[in-house]
């Protein structure tokens, strides 16, 4: 659908309010990371001295965002690419790994829900290779954490912080994840913890692809900081997309329009996903835009929405979107803005009304969007 199409249906389908009153307190993201903005390079073990596939560019960095901080307890030891957390493509990662379940995660054909960089921990490919020809577990376990920035909590409600990021997990022998939040400064707090003995309580299962969402009892807090940390040996993997901190916070002037989405943000059985559009203080009403690409270079829908509330984006197919929710004012201020990723996976890519079924109704929005000129 191009952006003709989108507008005709935009006019075929608007967005329905459900509810007008705004919000004293809106769910605002605190911080989101997708690993896409950092520069991929060529490999340089990985896919030459083991894997497969050969010199590739744009598959691989050393390199975090600004402000992360990453550690790992062997540097130098195994193949270069996994010496702990790194990021790498996604798709370049399955193929020159020889797949074994990774591509749930990062093919869109197989349902995946990553995309481009990925942070991948992964002590299978970790053990394949060693420049000085060590057996790279024979020196220790692979023991690597990454940290976020301070992610600022000034104005949070307490006990109202969301972490959720996109996560493939498959456990093997004494392969454990461990997920924590410290707060200005203070203690670690561990809020997750997974390993891969199937008697232990923590044992995770396979989990090669799914949205992890955790609430966090927050204190007042001028800051916090989370970190994932990945334990193991010739295990499998721990790979991470998508993280998103989110938290109550009170509404003034200058402040985003929060929201959050109804199911974990991925939408199954449905063409038509409600977002929940949370009050920005300030705001006349809001432009609701739905892109392919984070930057919104893509725009499928516009809408305008004339209040704070429950709205459902009408038919759209399968596939991975951007959702960004902009408040408007009467200076005509477009900065106050808020976006995320959300998933559609309806089995019915026909479904052109989102009802669940084909139908008439399907086949008249059809007619209507052809007969509209839209090819």
């Not at 008697?199 to 204190?219: G, H, Y």
């Not at 929060?258 to 300030?282: K, Q, S, W």
């Not at 705001?283 to 209040?307: G, I, M, N, P, W």
């Amino acid at each position: 659908m191009n952006l003709n199409q989108s507008k005709n249906l935009s006019a075929l389908l608007l967005f329905c309010g459900l509810t007008a009153a705004a919000n004293a307190q809106s769910q605002q993201v605190l911080f989101f990371e997708n690993f896409d903005t950092i520069t991929l390079g060529q490999n340089v073990e990985e896919g030459i001295e083991t894997g497969s596939g050969g010199i590739m560019d744009q598959v691989w960095s050393p390199d975090f965002p600004a402000g992360w901080d990453v550690d790992f307890t062997l540097p130098g030891i195994g193949v270069q690419e996994w010496q702990g957390w790194h990021i790498a493509d996604g798709e370049w990662w399955n193929m020159t790994c020889g797949d074994q379940d990774r591509s749930d995660f990062v093919l869109s054909s197989e349902g995946g829900l990553s995309r481009g960089g990925v942070a991948i921990a992964d002590g299978d490919e970790w053990d394949d290779y060693d420049a000085n020809g060590l057996d790279p577990d024979a020196q220790g376990e692979m023991d690597t954490m990454m940290k976020t920035p301070v992610i600022d909590l000034a104005g949070v409600a307490e006990n109202s912080v969301n972490i959720s990021f996109f996560s493939s997990w498959r456990p093997e022998d004494s392969q454990t994840a461990v997920l924590e939040v410290r707060y200005d400064g203070g203690s670690w707090e561990e809020v997750l913890r997974w390993v891969s003995d199937d008697t232990d309580p923590n044992f995770k299962d396979d989990a090669t692809n799914e949205i992890v969402s955790l609430d966090i009892n927050n204190p007042a807090a001028s800051g916090m900081e989370v970190r994932f940390s990945y334990l193991g040996t010739d295990d499998w993997w721990w790979a991470i997309d998508s993280i998103q901190v989110s938290g109550e916070i009170e509404g003034t002037p200058d402040n985003a329009p929060g929201f959050n989405f109804i199911a974990a943000d991925v939408f199954n059985e449905t063409g038509r996903p409600v977002i929940n559009l949370g009050g920005a203080v300030g705001a006349d009403e809001y432009t609701v835009l739905l892109a392919k690409d984070a930057e919104f270079t893509d725009v499928r829908q516009s809408s305008t929405a004339t209040a704070a509330g429950d709205y459902m984006i009408p038919g759209i197919p399968n596939g991975i979107y951007w959702v960004k929710a902009i408040a408007n004012n009467d200076a005509g201020s477009r900065d106050s803005e808020n976006a995320i990723r959300i998933v559609v996976d309806n089995p019915n890519g026909i479904d052109f009304n989102g009802d669940g079924s084909l139908n008439f109704f399907d086949v008249s929005i059809f007619l209507q969007t052809f007969n509209a000129g839209c090819p």
